[in-house]
């Protein structure tokens, strides 16, 4: 059993920051991929960002020089850090870690935490 849990949301103005955190723990041998996502409301959700276990981050075109994510592999923990925070930034975001057991691999989410921007 793995449980997956974010932290970090809230409320903040135009051109402020944030720092989200998910920490996975239980059963867990290795992770490969840790990503955030958000959902807006009315939209689908999107990927945000994805760390893989060597460090290779990618981004989405829509935040690309403002969040960056970062992981901590001793605390099974992703970080998505948000600078100059725009109103079209908030939405629930979401973190994903695909998590290995020993036996199988799985994607385990967390349940959300809401990011809103507004002045």
């Known amino acids: 059993q793995v449980q997956v849990v974010e932290s970090g949301g809230g409320l903040v103005q135009p051109g402020g920051s944030l720092r989200l955190s998910c920490a996975a723990s239980g059963s867990i041998v290795s992770i490969a991929i840790m990503a955030w996502y958000r959902q807006a409301p009315g939209k689908q959700r999107e990927l945000v960002a994805t760390?893989?276990?060597?460090?290779?981050?990618d981004y989405a075109e829509s935040v690309k020089g403002r969040f960056t994510i970062s992981r901590d592999n001793a605390k099974n923990t992703v970080y998505l850090q948000m600078n100059s925070l725009k109103p079209e930034d908030t939405a629930v975001y979401y973190c994903?870690?695909?998590?290995?057991?020993?036996?199988?691999?799985?994607?385990?989410w967390g349940q959300g935490t809401q990011v809103t921007v507004s002045s």
């Open positions: 994903s870690q695909d998590v290995h057991n020993g036996i199988y691999r799985g994607r385990y």
């Open positions: 760390i893989t276990s060597g460090d290779s981050t």
